[in-house]
């Protein structure tokens, strides 16, 4: 049975394969491969053959100790899973709305999804957006998101 | 020099300097407890504010705000495993660690004494032998550089504490990272795929809010449950006097090295953090306990990072070479003062150089008032329930990401690697060597290839140069004992 500790190091090998492949197509001057011994395309190749040897050596460690296929859950939980939509959801609006209006949607849109109920809760969410706004952008000068709406 | 000390006190304590050296103090802490606000950044913004100020004043603001910066880093690391500035990576490692402990007030207490006590012995050598340090560092040519790095590199073995190999793929993920854009010596464009931000390469700032904030933010998340809204009790105890004495020899040895470090240019306290972390687990009796609320790691990583303070200045001022990014906005500093920094400024100007000197002393006791006194007020973020503290967090690392370059791009970066550091916590593959391969990783390879350069395709350059020759034994010497203590813990359980 496939788990974690084998399908792990097979992606990373695969992506390796990837960079390996993409290697090449690095456009080194002319003038550069007369002079240099080393060039632009050493480290990263070097790399690229570590991380294959790793992970291959991983896999035999993992055989080598017969580990049990671990009874683990996702990768992602349903928080998570929300946790990562917040995220994107809130970069996304942060671009159309600027930092302000964003932040207060985006708290309220939390607090509501996590059905709370309590108002301290909200008025402390109000009022720690508004700081960090006043905080960045009269205290420190420092300019925020700012939306493409707004 | 004796008197121009004195005379450098009492300017300190005058009426017109204290209370710009507190404000420049406090300023740093808060600057530096915001992530994404580095204290080269505090430095830079507060700038501005010097130039309609005295000469002394100015610069005492400015290395205030920078002593203060470096400190304030750690709050955020240490409370909501945050770290506010790269040079607190480290302390993250032992620091949440306590605070998930509910023991935050000891270890914020430990934090602010291991730094006192780095930036202290840092100044006092700045002030005692700062001419021998800047020559002994102006000896490092790209060899020495490259040792350097790889020295540092050897310590993502050592906070690989379950298992080596996956520290080792963490540490190529991170290289590989550290080689997306233009590269450092032909300026060929690599794995830029046309997008013209990464062009500059990935900045450090993004990945390591990222990797620590928000894939921890991500884990919390998980764990809320509906008994779980409150954060858990915890204790006011501050550190004992056992305490003290347990950190003192770690901290006394991480300021002398973070001092050196410092004293390098280029180097910074980032780096200086992790390698002192690193050597005060390879000494360590109980290296186990490191990663898991080692209160001598945390002094290290403390220490280490403060005792850069005073190394930095010894190239700017006695030479006017800036050893880093906030030397040189010092360096700016001290040109709009109309002054030049190199050896004149100690003949010419010896008023401001031994005030920069005297203040610093002050700014560091100054930094440890500051930060005892406000154990309890930054403790209340720890009573802040996890499920306002989540967004919290989330939105301060946004907009610290955002704030580096103003750029909606490092917001995708630090929201991706904050993905990526959750995967890579479930899957056990430690993080740090990741952000610590990609600070040192573009150090490694430019100098290697400098080296390679300079000594015309040969690799004698890793044994004809002593010092050189010095770092590559002591990265010998610390990956074999690091190998030895995993196969010893191996062996026993």
């Known amino acids: 049975m496939l788990n974690r500790n084998i399908v792990f190091p097979i992606l990373i090998i695969v992506i390796s394969a990837v960079i390996l492949s993409l290697i090449p197509q690095f456009t080194v001057p002319v003038y550069y491969q007369q002079d240099a011994s080393v060039g632009a395309k050493f480290f990263p190749t070097v790399l690229v053959i570590a991380q294959i040897i790793i992970c291959i050596a991983l896999l035999v460690q993992h055989r ?17 899973f929300f946790g990562l939509c917040f995220l994107v959801v809130y970069a996304v609006l942060i671009g159309l709305l600027g930092y302000l209006i964003a ?5 309220t849109l939390y607090l509501a999804y996590l059905k709370t109920k309590k108002l301290s809760y909200y008025l402390f969410a109000y009022f720690f957006v508004v700081a960090i706004y006043y905080l960045f952008s009269h205290v420190f000068v420092i300019s925020l998101p700012e939306g493409i709406i707004f | 020099m004796i008197d ?3 005379v450098g006190l009492g300017a300190a304590f005058s009426l017109a300097i204290f209370p710009v ?7 740093g802490i808060i600057l530096g407890a915001l992530p994404g606000l580095t204290a080269t950044m505090g430095v830079a913004i507060l700038l501005p504010f010097t130039f309609g100020m005295e000469a002394t004043a100015a610069m005492v603001m400015l290395i205030g705000v920078y002593i203060g910066g470096i400190f304030g880093g750690s709050i955020s690391a240490i409370l909501l495993k945050t770290p506010g500035t790269p040079a607190s990576a480290a302390t993250v490692l032992d620091g949440y660690s306590l605070t998930q402990k509910g023991e935050a007030a000891r270890a914020l207490s430990i934090a602010a004494v291991a730094s006192f006590v780095g930036g202290l012995i840092s100044t006092i050598i700045l002030i005692a032998i700062a001419p021998m340090l800047a020559e002994f560092a102006l000896r490092f040519n790209a060899p020495e550089y490259f040792a350097l790095a790889l020295f540092g590199l050897t310590i993502i073995a050592s906070v690989a504490s379950k298992s080596i190999l996956k520290g080792l793929l963490a540490g190529t993920i991170g290289l590989l990272i550290s080689t997306v854009g233009l590269d450092p010596i032909s300026s060929v464009p690599r794995f830029t795929f046309g997008i013209l931000d990464l062009y500059n390469g990935i900045n450090v700032i993004p990945v390591l809010i990222g ?4 894939s921890e933010a991500l884990t919390q998340l998980e764990k809320l449950h509906a008994k779980e809204k409150i954060a858990e009790k915890f204790s006011n105890k501050l550190m004992s006097l056992k305490d003290l004495k347990s950190i003192l020899p770690t901290s006394i040895k991480s300021a002398l090295f973070g001092t050196s470090i410092g004293a390098v240019p280029g180097a910074g306290a980032d780096i200086s953090a992790f390698v002192c972390y690193n050597e005060a687990k390879r000494v360590s009796k109980n290296p186990e306990e490191f990663g898991n609320g080692s209160i001598r790691g945390l002094a290290a990583a403390e220490a280490g990072n403060n005792g850069v303070t005073g190394g930095s200045l010894v190239p ?8 880093d990014a906030v030397a040189a906005v010092l360096l700016g500093a001290l040109i709009v003062q109309g002054l030049t920094p190199g050896p004149l400024l100690f003949t010419q100007n010896p008023e401001i150089v031994y ?3 005297s203040s610093m002393l002050v700014a560091n ?4 008032l500051i930060g005892l006194l406000g154990i309890r007020f930054f403790c209340q973020i720890s009573k802040v329930p996890k499920l306002l503290m989540i967004p919290i967090i989330i939105f301060l690392s946004i907009v610290g990401a955002y704030a580096i370059n103003n750029s909606m791009f490092d917001v995708g970066i630090a929201i991706s690697f904050g993905v990526l550091g959750f995967v890579l916590n479930k899957l056990e593959v430690p993080t740090s060597p990741i952000l610590l391969a990609i600070i040192l990783g573009p150090m490694a390879e430019t100098n290697l290839r400098k080296s390679l350069l300079m000594f015309e395709g040969s690799w004698s350059f890793l044994y004809e140069r002593p010092i050189a020759l010095a770092f590559i034994l002591l990265a010998i010497f610390s990956l074999w004992s690091t190998i030895r203590r995993h196969r010893k813990t191996a062996s026993s359980t």
């Not at chain 1, 080598?64 to 998570?80: P, T, V």
């Not at chain 2, 700017?316 to 050893?323: A, D, E």
């Not at chain 2, 006791?365 to 440890?368: E, V």
């Open chain 2, 4 to 6: 121009h000390l004195f």
């Open chain 2, 21 to 27: 050296l507190i404000f420049g103090v406090l300023g």
């Open chain 2, 355 to 357: 005030g920069i000197f």
């Open chain 2, 365 to 368: 006791i100054a930094m440890l």
């Open chain 2, 316 to 323: 700017l001022l006695t030479l006017g070479v800036p050893g």
């Open chain 1, 64 to 80: 080598a100790k017969k580990h049990k296929a671990q009874e683990s859950d996702g990768l992602f939980s349903k928080m998570s």
């Open chain 2, 211 to 214: 990797l620590f904030a928000i």
């Open chain 1, 103 to 107: 932040s207060l949607t985006a708290f």
